[in-house]
Structures are given as C-alpha cells and as structure tokens.
C-alpha cells in the first residue's frame, strides 16, 4: 500500500506589486509625472494640464513626495505658490528594479543619449535666469561640455549683471570648464531668434519670458538662486542631472501621434 506524500505548503516568495508600480501606476498620479517629466510646474498649473479638481491633484502630490518622486519649492516668485518637480534619477532606478524584480532579463540599465544624427541641424537651446551672473550661464556651459557641441547652447537674462566668481569656481574646480569669457546678455538680445527649446531657470525670470519663433518648446526648471558656495556647487549638479535629460530630447527624435 502506498501513502501519498503530500508537501506542508511553505510561505513563499512576496508577489506583490512592486512599490513604484503601486504608487505611479495609479492614472492620475502617472499623468502628474508625465507632466512634471516635461516641466516643473505649480498645482494650479497641473490641475489644468490634467483638468481635475486642486484637491484631488493635491492628495495625489502628497502621495507622489512621500514616495519621494516628486519634490517641491517655494517660488521665489510669489512664495505663495510651490513649483514641482520629478526626480527622474530616482524613477529611472525604480523602473531598472521594478523590470529586474519580474525577470533577471528585464532590467532596465540607463545608457547615454544617442548619437546625435549628423545630417539634423543643430538644436539651438537658451537658458534664462535673472542675473545671467549664474545658473545660466552654468547651464550653456555644461550643455556644451555633455554635448561635445553638438547642441548650440546660450544663455541671457532679464536684469543681466555680472558673472557671480562662486559659479565661475564651481565650474573651474567640479567640472574643469573655464567660464572667464562668459558676458552677461539681456534676453532681447535673442529676439525674434528660432530655439528648440528655451528653458528658464528661476520662476522671476519665467513670468517675463518672451515668445519665441517657430513655437519653440519652453521648460521650467525652478532652481534656487544660490547664495554661497555649497549652494552654487548644488545648482550645478542639479543642473549637470537635468541636462542630462534634456539632451536625450534633443538626440532623439520625437515620436509622432
């Protein structure tokens, strides 16, 4: 006579959803990042862009920031309001494990932008701020630097004045480029000119922000303005990060609907 052998079930594995796709899966709170992937923007702004109601846009903010992808700043503008943005380092590392979690041969590993195509004609990018003294000009540079010079990078204000000697160190000592022929220009300076993307870089200096030909696409980054060192050494590598996206835009052609 034979007994079956029947196996104690034993507790396996967590099959559970991992965090990221529970917390952006969600449809608002994914067209909320897909927005703030674009663009920092400021509630009033993204409750039109998905057109919900504030408070429900609200509730899924606080979910997005304590989950840490969404971060937010007073605007130096009108410190009333709070400009969003989308740490797309952190969801870039989310999304790798969230592949790898399902299968070994689904994670996701981030590479460099691709080759620029020689036969496309340079993207013109300007970057704005109020002083020109600063993050500006920091960011033409660091444009330049990621982007071998493909992409033709300036840099302008609205009050210009001159360059800030912190910025200037910052750039010389972190990232080896010499920004001692930098000279402040007023934005005017770049009327009626054609860019394929203009980005403004404090929330002052976006409320004056002209049109530009062609429809040229404008992003919003709200970096503070910094005040010290350690402040200026911050800027820049928030800036080097950004640019670092913003170049695979540039390098990749857009898919049409």
Known sequence: ??????????????????????????????????????????????????????????YHLAKLRDGRL????????????TYYCVDLSRVGDLLAGTGGAL?????????????????????????LCTGNSARSPMAEALLGLRS???????????????????????MREEHGIDLAGHRPTHLSAFAGQRFDRVVTLCDRVREVC?????AAEQVHWSIPEPDAYPAFRQAALELDARIGFLLSTLTTPQEVP
């Open 1 to 58: 006579m034979y007994t079956a052998c029947v196996k104690t079930p034993t507790a396996g594995p967590d099959l559970s959803p991992p965090g990221f796709l529970q917390l952006a899966g969600h449809p608002l709170r994914w067209r909320l990042l897909t927005e703030l992937a674009h663009s920092d923007h400021t509630v009033h702004e993204l409750t039109t862009l998905v057109a919900e109601p504030q408070n429900l846009v609200s």
């Open 70 to 81: 969404v971060s937010g700043r007073r605007s130096s503008a009108d410190g009333r309001d």
């Open 103 to 127: 299968h070994p041969g689904l994670r996701l590993v981030r590479g460099n932008p691709a080759e620029p195509d020689p036969h496309r004609a340079r993207p013109r990018v300007l970057f």
């Open 148 to 170: 071998g010079g493909w992409v033709d990078a300036h840099s302008a204000g609205s009050h210009p004045k001159p360059l800030h000697p912190d910025a200037a160190r910052v």
């Open 210 to 214: 002209p049109e530009f030909p062609d």
